[in-house]
């Protein structure tokens, strides 16, 4: 049975950090390219980086610096690690294929709150 299932997210102040943790089952997990998605409220899903199976990454310019993506291919794991969070980093937090044709059933995904 195919299946995401994310976690590590929780309340943080602003400039903290979070490792957001997403683990893959029933798919041939490390030829997948993996990617991280957020949806604020009342705004739509957002993809806000990729990694490649063979390790290359990509990142939307909000983030850029502040998250990087990393997998463990021996674990089926892919991992958001969250540095300098802001505000507008509030969102529920999903892991799922980067290409819309290739996306698997969405997880029921990890809130982050950022507030002081």
């Known amino acids: 049975q195919v299946q995401l299932v994310e976690s590590g997210g929780g309340l943080v102040q602003p400039g903290g950090s979070l490792r957001l943790s997403c683990v893959a089952s029933?798919?041939?997990?490390?030829?997948?390219?993996m990617g991280w998605y957020r949806q604020a409220p009342g705004k739509q899903r957002e993809l806000v980086a990729t990694i490649a199976s063979g390790g290359s990454t990509n990142y939307t310019d909000s983030v850029k610096g502040r998250f990087t993506i990393s997998r463990d291919n021996a674990k089926n794991t892919v991992y958001l690690q969250m540095n300098s969070l802001k505000p507008e980093d509030t969102a529920v937090y999903y892991c799922?294929?980067?290409?819309?044709?290739?996306?698997?059933?969405w997880g029921q995904g990890t809130q982050v709150t950022v507030s002081s």
């Open positions: 799922n294929h980067p290409v819309t044709k290739l996306r698997l059933n």
């Open positions: 029933g798919i041939r997990f490390s030829i997948y390219a």
